[in-house]
């Protein structure tokens, strides 16, 4: 098993920045495929971006070229990096976690997931 907790949410204004963290315990002997996806109140779950062991990065085009995913392995960390906040933006943010390599943006690939984060975007 594998529990995730993500921090770093908040209120912001329209064009603010903010950083989520998902820190991974329990089996992190090996690294994960994550990935962030977000919830708004009465929508979908959504994807947002996701990292491969490698390192390669993947992003819904409602986050491209204003939102940033990384890990640090060495801490079982994975970060979100959001730049230029919208309201839209506003959700509950998740991270997760899948055992095996594939397909990463459809929340029905991913075993494991953290209880959220609250972002909201609002002036």
């Known amino acids: 098993q594998v529990q995730l907790v993500e921090s770093g949410g908040g209120l912001v204004q329209p064009g603010d920045s903010l950083k989520l963290s998902c820190a991974a315990s329990?089996?992190?002997?090996?690294?994960?495929?994550m990935g962030w996806f977000r919830q708004a109140p009465g929508k979908e779950r959504e994807f947002v971006a996701a990292i491969r062991v490698g390192g390669t990065t993947y992003y819904a085009d409602s986050a491209k070229s204003r939102f940033t995913i990384s890990r640090d392995d060495a801490k079982n960390t994975v970060y979100l990096q959001m730049n230029s906040l919208k309201p839209e933006d506003t959700a509950v943010y998740y991270c997760a976690a899948r055992r095996y390599s594939g397909s990463l943006d459809a929340p029905s690939e991913y075993d494991y997931w953290g209880q959220g984060t609250q972002v909201t975007v609002s002036s």
């Open positions: 329990g089996r992190t002997s090996r690294q994960y495929p």
